[in-house]
């Protein structure tokens, strides 16, 4: 027989500030490539006057001011937000959503308000919905509000991907799922979400590896939509 895995207390890892900066360096190009194709439909000699170095050296300077103000603006909303968490903690009396720049807690899910779904095979469950262009993943479970619970109104789809943001978010997916082993064992799970999330389904090791493949894969679309983003600038540039 198998044995059940063993319940540590995590806190999630907030992404570094310079993680944040770099992300936002998309969007920064993307807008300074929005900027340069309006200047060059309004005058495409004013575009076409300033040197191939000197164009280089405002997109660099834009976009470090650009990511600059995004994250300052980031920063600024979460410390005045009451529905945002930027902290989670996840013991042994359930999971606790914490906005630590204000210190508000803006949700609490206790082991005990998780509860069974009259009629389905598996209290909790993954459901997927095609789109238009891509797919969008439902957590379905059934959570029972109490005196000493917060429980948040968010969509299935958001709880999906409660932990995303975090850096060690397999960690803390698979503290998630111990507790609710341990404390909840009359509690069924759909064996399919330990592979959705790269947890092992009987010891639920978190499968490294893949984890590693994935943020790789990740930061390359990153660097690749950057280089995109340049080109594009260029060639409206030289176009011009």
Known sequence: MPQKPIFRQVESKEVSYLQLWLTYSIFSIMLIMLILMALTMADSSLLFSISFKNLLLLITLATI????????IQKYY???????YTKVLINHTGILFINHYNQTIIAKILWQDIQHRTYEKFDIDLTFTRGARSYTVYFLWNLSE??????????PNKFAFMFAKFRNKADLLKTLFTGIIIFRPDITINPFIYSFYRLNPISL???KVGIKKENKMTFLIVVFSIILSLTITLLIYFLS
Request: hydrophobic residues 30%; contains cysteine.
């Open 65 to 72: 001011i650009f990511n600059t103000i995004f994250c300052e």
């Open 78 to 84: 979460l410390r005045n937000s009451k529905k945002q």
């Open 146 to 155: 109490n005196n000493d619970s917060k429980i948040p109104q968010w969509s």
């Open 205 to 207: 090791e978190i499968d």
